[in-house]
């Protein structure tokens, strides 16, 4: 797992809390060693190690670097009255058994809140490319062929993105972005909603597959490992059973990073012909309906992380969210959701707003 959130705005949380309004209010985390981690470190063969600050998250969890002479993991505190660290483990377990590389368990104390795992270097996709963007086309490559891997696989059994899911997820826009910018929740967003996604909600629960939630650029390693197991997979605890355009949307509209549409374009044909899709249409809609759904979703999240958890390195990237969305709302399969933002949230309170 490794240089898992050295990125001092590390992004969000896809944890089913997202648009939960009762969860608990964050607030920035210290990066001092939990009291409890030495004598864990010790209990699993790391005794007197040395423990170095990580990264946060935008959750509870954070990360530090254990060095123990040449050898290093990376210890995950998850304090267990804020995070369940058992999906992490079972989603873990299901894609290491699929032939995926996650960073493996090498030692755990849940009640403790404490995980330590298999260091996966520093590596991350997101600055390796700013450092060497000749290997873009590559490397997005190379995570394409993984999600169309992963999506042979039947999906385990975990809780379905389902309608209620979606919804809640996109009414962080009313319930955070708008009050940001000064604007009223008008009526009829919910069912603009509803009127977009029947056909996304109905091939979800034909045929699921696991769907990570936060499949980009800065939850992806590099290994040097061969095949799939090349790319080290980070931030799965909150996988559900979904539509398997939505990692595919997730990696190539990323929140963190331009992906050039003619790139784009030919990661989508990319995962298409892998996966023998047919009705090449009627994906393209969904691959726009779950990305309008999850770019509405995160303007929300970021909106809360600064108004709500005072958290900076968010909204500086609405601009880029604002832009995926409103080239999402040009699909005809979305049109009632951009009449609503059309009459409900002016040009001037979207990316001019920041």
Not at 283 to 311: C, H, M, P, S
Not at 328 to 349: K, Y
């Amino acid at each position: 797992m490794a240089a898992a959130r050295s990125d001092p705005a590390p992004g969000l949380s896809a944890d089913p809390r997202a648009g939960d309004p009762v969860a608990p209010t964050m607030t920035p985390p210290t990066m001092t060693p939990p009291p409890a981690a030495p004598a864990f470190l010790a209990r699993h063969g790391w005794a007197g190690a040395r423990i170095e600050p990580l990264a946060g998250d935008a959750s509870f969890r954070r990360y530090f670097r254990v060095h123990d002479g040449d050898r290093t993991a990376v210890l995950m505190d998850a304090p267990p009255e804020h995070e369940d660290s058992r999906p992490f483990l079972s989603v873990g377990d299901a894609l290491d058994g699929m032939g995926f590389s996650v960073p493996r368990p090498l030692g755990i104390d849940l009640d403790a809140g404490l995980i330590l795992l298999e260091d996966f270097g520093d590596a991350r996709v997101n600055p390796v490319l700013a450092a060497e963007p000749h290997r873009e086309g590559a490397i997005y490559a190379a995570a394409i062929d993984l999600l169309a891997e992963l999506h042979a696989h039947p999906a385990p059994a975990l809780r379905p993105y389902a309608e209620a899911e979606l919804l809640r997820e996109v009414r962080l826009l009313p319930d955070w972005y708008l009050p940001a910018v000064s604007l009223a929740e008008a009526p009829g967003f919910d069912a603009a909603w509803g009127a977009v996604w029947g056909d996304v909600v109905a091939a979800t629960a034909a045929a699921p597959v696991l769907t990570l939630r936060d499949y980009h650029a800065d939850n992806l390693m590099l290994l040097g490992r061969p095949g799939v197991r090349g790319l080290g997979l980070l931030d799965f605890q909150d996988a559900l059973a979904g539509h398997p355009a939505y990692d595919l949307v997730s990696l190539l509209q990323d929140a963190r990073r331009d992906v050039p549409s003619s790139l784009e374009e030919a990661m989508i044909a990319r995962y298409v012909a892998a996966r023998g899709i047919t009705d090449v249409a009627a994906f393209r809609a969904a691959y726009e309906v779950l990305g309008a759904q999850r770019n509405t979703k995160i303007i929300g999240i970021f909106t809360r992380l600064r108004d709500r958890d005072g958290r900076t390195g968010y909204v500086e990237r609405l601009p880029r969210l604002w832009r995926l969305l409103e080239g999402n709302l040009r699909h005809p399969a979305l049109a009632p959701v951009r009449d609503w933002f059309a009459a409900h949230v002016p040009v001037a309170a979207r990316a001019a707003r920041w």
